[in-house]
């Protein structure tokens, strides 16, 4: 079962810190290293926002911050509430990527934001809207951050509908995913969690219906990789 709530907040936050060291070699293992290329598409649908700055919520080790400032180098500010996520993050970039000095993290809660209204002309979140406990409340908090005319995008998983690959995917989720992501990172809790939350997250059509609500314009969805995750955007209204 999926923890809610605050209960939800405190899972996540250790879960994550837990796996911390792993967690960039795993998600290239787990994916084939098709994540690059999932970050890749979400980095171009920005392309438009040439000066930044940017809102790259959920961070994490800053992979996709990192796309998004080798795309165009603009200011991204990074955000995630578990430290430890960010620290290491940063400190891979200052030894090895020159754009170092165009990302800004800041360990906060996406559900809450420490920042003022109308601040980013674009904001993305890799893998991260599953994650909030209260994924209304950070997409209203987005929406105040962002600047009118200013885009999401929200890259996540999703269940994979083509018959053959539906039954396929779940062995995958249940019996693989666990079984390599407990012994790649020592926590086999993390990567339960993991198949537990793609499992019970949303339809494409459900999180369009949520963002539309909080007030997004113009949302559309686009498959990517047979279905295996979803590229989500919207726009808040000039
Ligand atoms: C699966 S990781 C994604 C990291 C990165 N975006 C990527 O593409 O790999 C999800 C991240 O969301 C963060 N997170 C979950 N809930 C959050 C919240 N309420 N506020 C800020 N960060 C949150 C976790 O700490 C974790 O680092």
């Not at 603009?74 to 990527?97: N, T």
């Not at 920042?115 to 994650?131: C, E, H, S």
């Not at 990517?224 to 979803?230: A, F, N, Q, Y």
Request: proline share 7%; aromatic share 12%; with cysteine.
């Amino acid at each position: 079962m999926v923890p809610t709530g605050e209960e939800k907040k405190r899972f996540v936050r250790e879960k994550f810190a837990a796996v911390t060291r792993r967690y960039d070699l795993l998600n290239g293992l787990l994916s084939l290293y098709i994540d690059h290329y999932w970050r890749w598409v979400t980095a171009r649908e920005l392309a438009e926002f040439r000066e930044g700055p940017i809102l790259d919520l959920c961070a994490g080790t800053l992979p996709l911050s990192a796309e998004i400032v080798r795309q165009i180098p603009r200011p991204v500010v990074a955000v995630d509430f578990c430290y430890e996520m960010l620290h290491f993050g940063r400190a891979k970039l200052v030894s090895g990527h020159k754009k170092s000095e165009y990302i800004f993290p800041i360990c906060g809660d996406g559900e809450s934001l420490p920042l003022p209204d109308m601040t980013f002309q674009a904001i993305t979140v890799a893998f991260g809207v599953r994650n909030l406990s209260k994924p209304d409340q950070g997409l209203s908090e987005m929406l105040r951050v962002l600047t009118p005319g200013g885009k999401l995008a929200i890259l996540e998983f999703s269940r994979p509908r083509t018959p053959l690959l539906g039954p396929l995917y779940k062995f995958y989720l249940y019996r693989l995913l666990p079984r390599m992501g407990g012994i790649i990172s020592g926590d086999r809790e993390a990567y339960s969690y993991l198949a537990e939350s793609i499992q019970s997250f949303y339809e494409p059509e459900e999180l369009v219906y949520i963002m539309e609500k909080a007030g997004y314009g113009e949302v559309c969805f686009r498959p990517l990789t047979m279905g295996i995750v979803t590229l989500y955007t919207g726009r808040k209204p000039s």
